[in-house]
């Protein structure tokens, strides 16, 4: 469907416009630069509403589709568009960040640099990630999406290297954050102009281009034609960059770090919002552009996200540190996202969309209240609490609750995306499958052993002249309450009724799967006996 109104341009350019103008509120006026944040990402809240209002999964795949011509030399256009996982992102995307400057609102206010002015820096740097996040979604041109899929690091470093408790800690973090992703980002680089030079060689187009709609129509069609070490070539340079993004072990290294060290909310935006760009374009780039190379590596890929599925759990047992623990469980969690994806089933690519969802909120909510309790003991070790249960009731129900939809408790988001992406590997790795549902028993430990060691028990009394122990924490502020409700309820919401979002990711999984030439495997049933054998 093709809107005269440009939707998706002003959906991605409000909030780079906001951060624009948060940046130029005057340096004493805090207070103010943090209403016109929180404005601006409800004015992309109501814009992302008329979008998915509007969006008809039954219709076309892209839909609200902009076309302008960019750089025509270099075959390159400002084309956007929305299919139903990526509307179910930029959903996503829109919902967490309200919440996310509600609960960082006093983040940066201990903050003296950049002339006074880090409250106004730190919203701006938030509002700035979210707009190339939506931009990188929408992005129906490779370069374009190239530009922004690499532009929002900038952001994101600043926002762990600049906002953390530590600061010699945080710097460390945000510059492993950084040569990571820039590396994987160079590597992808070098793949699109090789993508760019294959187009530009072939008999389907006039001359090269970066239209990923004609690429995949091409390549569908057998008019597009690459040898198959270009096309394996090509694909690792994409899935290098997207497996670091994700991440995929074992390219984690740098994200349990960069989670500690950054704020709770800068935090939950990069593993619940731009990390998903990566898993996200796995599923549009990796399989469509390179169907061949996506199933010459398939068994590669699967072992390697099968391990970090247990790698993730198995670590988070170990941690003593709350932050570092949630930070392993999302590694654990995007290796079922990638797993599901490359079985190329509908019901594992339809789950790895679904769980791409709730991830993000189960992630959110889990990491936020963590980070409420850290701020108020600021104390990050398992071992400085107990009995919180006992002073602070609201705030160890909200972190059980949001526990629980992490270890896929039935009932909670979690579970049938889960469960998605474990049937639908099931039915072409079926080993693959066992091994990867143990981690189903890993996380029932690390979360329960956390909560009750944390939560449950006597109060755990003060420690030294200056700490007040466990009886010095309060429960959740009505501030606090208006971020974890709706986190909550959307847990409870999408464990339930899950549908709604299914049927607009459904069509999206199958166009992708017919695209790349795959059917899910034929149920297999045992022999009959004839009639006359009995």
Known sequence: MVNEFPWLTVLWAIPVVGAAVVMAIPAAHRVLAKWVALIVSLAALGVTAAIAVGFDPGAEQYQFVESHRWIPSFGTGYILGVDGIALALVVLTAVLMPLLIVAGWNDAARQSGLAGRSVQAYLALMLAVEG??????????????????????????????????????????????????????????????????????????????????????????????????????????????????????????????????????????????????????????????FPDGSTYFR???????????????????????????????????????????????????????????????STAALFLIAGFLVSRRGNRLIDAYGGVQKVAPVLAGTFLVAGLATLSLPGLAPFISEFLVLIGTFTRYPVVAVFAATALVLSAVYILWTYQRMMTGPVREAVGEHDDGVRGVHDLVPRELVVVAPLIALLLILGIYPKPALDVINPAVEHTLTTIGQTDPAPSAPPTVAEGDR
């Not at 988070?316 to 392993?328: E, F, H, K, P, S």
């Not at 290796?335 to 089933?345: D, Q, S, Y």
């Open 132 to 289: 190339m996040v939506l931009m990188s979604l929408v992005a129906l041109d490779v370069l374009l999406f190239y530009v922004f899929f690499e532009a929002m690091l900038i952001p994101m470093y600043f926002l762990i290297g600049g906002y953390g408790a530590n600061k010699a800690q945080a710097s460390k973090a945000a510059v492993k954050f950084l040569l990571y992703n820039l590396f994987g980002g160079l590597v992808m680089l070098a793949a699109v102009i090789g993508l760019y030079v294959v187009t530009a060689g072939s008999d389907a187009f006039e001359s090269g281009t970066f239209d990923f709609r004609a690429i995949v129509a091409a390549v569908s069609s057998g008019e597009l034609v690459m040898s198959p070490a270009v096309v394996n070539s090509l694909f690792l340079g994409f899935m290098f960059a997207f497996a670091v993004k994700a991440p995929l072990w074992p390219f984690h290294r740098w994200l349990p770090d960069a989670a500690v060290e950054a704020t709770p909310a800068s935090a939950v935006l990069m593993m619940a919002i731009m990390d998903k760009v990566g898993t996200f374009g796995m599923l549009r780039y990796c399989l469509q552009l």
């Open 299 to 361: 068994p590669v890929i699967i072992t390697l996200a099968a391990i970090g599925v247990v790698y993730g759990a198995v670590l988070a047992i170990g941690q003593t540190d709350v932050m570092r623990l949630i930070a392993y469980t999302s590694i654990s969690h995007f290796g079922f996202i990638i797993l599901g994806i490359f079985v190329m089933t509908s019901q594992g690519q339809s789950g790895s969309a679904l769980y791409m969802i709730n991830h993000g909120i």
